[in-house]
């Protein structure tokens, strides 16, 4: 993985970097830009420790208008840095003259853009361009509170190890012990966000397997621009997938240069695209080599923790097939319902699809999102972020 740093950072003209380094003695603030949603997070170490301090962890995250990704909501629209630098300033509370700067030198703040953001921002020169002129319209506007943004990428397989970094960290510091009988403790991590999911399994012949695929919960339900884009989802290396993302997002048509949402947000869902929608996610499972039939315990975060509080059985170390049982009926009741929760059945079926080809009849899955940490004096989130932060600047996990 890449060493990440701020020295780095302005060693170069680009304000898109593969490298930064994080002290721990700073504050370090984060953008989590997802394909659908951002999350503000300011990560610190008590001094003389290695407690891990986060602020807003618990805090909501900034939801894009519906049927937009982050591109369409900020990069894209004339006011969109604007709206970014108000939501930085109120997020931070860096307001009423509050400054973020260390003497005369303005502090990090990085956005970290996983999901969809990888194709439509950083896989063409032409995404890569509109990015970096955002951030240095951006960086004119929060210079006055003393921060400079950078950008950075994560691939897939990093996200997902920085995952499994944070929930190990929660595991040995919070509140919840897992059993160990007959060797079948903690296994790995299962995740999802709206343009991409992933999986991590601790073990391995060559240590932690790391995996991801480009779907998420809103892959269904926004438009994509796919002229001189090379969209993973539409690879000719994965005709499987790339059949079925043509019949539910093209019409059937394999030359479409923008996909159209399946159904909407907030609208009913037809069960034949439904149906759809898992074959889809089942076929990149497949052609990007998920493991399948995996023992022990595995945790549900992010995306798959809101698929089981949907379901009520949040917190509950529950077997494979009990836990795909309460997805797939709380499935049922939405569509069969007067409630329009488009987002919310896509968030269902696709972890019940992925858990399905991953875990192995007779494996556990428990989902968690707060962890109450250090005795219970602070409160996290095992976010890829945080996995991030421990990561670079050298916690123990």
């Known amino acids: 993985l890449p060493i990440i740093g701020k020295r780095r950072c302005r060693a170069t003209m680009s304000l898109i970097v593969q490298t930064l380094e994080w002290s721990r003695s700073d504050t370090t603030r984060?953008?989590?830009v997802g394909?659908?949603?951002?999350?503000?997070y300011a990560y610190s170490v008590e001094e003389g420790s290695d407690r891990?301090?986060?602020?807003?962890?618990?805090?909501?995250?900034?939801?894009?208008?519906?049927?937009?990704?982050?591109?369409?909501?900020?990069v894209d629209s004339e006011d969109g840095a604007e709206l970014l630098r108000h939501e930085v300033e109120q997020r931070f509370g860096l307001i009423d003259g509050k400054?973020?700067?260390?003497?005369?030198?303005?502090?990090?703040?990085?956005?970290?853009?996983?999901?969809?953001?990888?194709?439509?921002?950083?896989?063409?020169?032409?995404?890569?361009?509109?990015?970096?002129?955002?951030?240095?319209?951006?960086?004119?506007?929060?210079q006055g509170i003393g921060l400079?943004?950078?950008?950075?990428?994560?691939?897939?397989?990093?996200?997902?190890?920085?995952?499994?970094?944070?929930t190990s960290f929660v595991l040995e510091h919070g509140d919840l012990s897992l059993p160990t009988e007959d060797g079948a403790g903690f296994m790995g991590t299962l995740s999802a966000g709206s343009g991409?999911?992933?999986?991590?399994?601790?073990?391995?012949t060559d240590g932690p397997q790391v995996y991801s695929i480009p779907v998420g919960n809103r892959t269904p339900l926004v438009s994509m621009n796919l002229k001189g884009q090379d969209h993973a989802l539409f690879a000719e290396s994965r005709p499987q997938s790339l059949a079925k993302a043509v019949d539910l997002l093209c019409?059937?048509?394999?030359?479409?240069?923008e996909t159209r949402a399946a159904w909407k947000e907030d609208g009913d869902v037809d069960p034949s695209r439904l149906a759809l929608w898992k074959e889809l996610v089942e076929a990149c499972c497949t052609e990007l080599g998920l493991p399948t039939e995996q023992r022990g315990i595995f945790v549900g975060i992010s995306a798959v923790y809101h698929a089981a509080a949907e379901a009520g059985c949040e917190g509950e170390l529950l077997e494979r097939d009990e836990f795909i049982s309460r997805l797939d009926r709380r499935c049922t009741e939405l569509l069969e319902g007067a409630e329009h929760k488009g987002r919310v059945i896509a968030n269902l079926a696709l972890i019940r699809s992925m858990v399905g080809f991953v875990l192995h009849s007779s494996a556990r899955i428990v989902c968690k999102r707060t962890w109450k940490v250090h005795g219970g004096d602070a409160e996290l989130l095992a976010t890829w972020t945080l996995g991030l932060f421990i990561s670079r600047t050298g916690i123990a996990a």
């Open 251 to 257: 019409a059937g048509d394999a030359n479409a240069e």
């Open 99 to 142: 400054t973020a700067a260390q003497g005369d030198a303005p502090a990090s703040l990085v956005m970290c853009l996983t999901g969809a953001n990888r194709q439509i921002l950083r896989d063409s020169d032409e995404g890569r361009q509109r990015l970096e002129a955002f951030l240095a319209k951006l960086n004119g506007l929060i």
């Open 35 to 40: 394909s659908g949603e951002m999350g503000f």
């Open 30 to 32: 984060v953008l989590d």
């Open 148 to 166: 400079l943004c950078t950008a950075f990428f994560p691939s897939g397989a990093e996200e997902a190890m920085f995952e499994l970094r944070a």
């Open 52 to 74: 891990v301090i986060a602020e807003n962890a618990l805090a909501p995250k900034l939801k894009y208008n519906k049927g937009q990704t982050f591109a369409d909501h900020f």
């Open 196 to 204: 991409s999911s992933q999986v991590t399994v601790c073990e391995g």
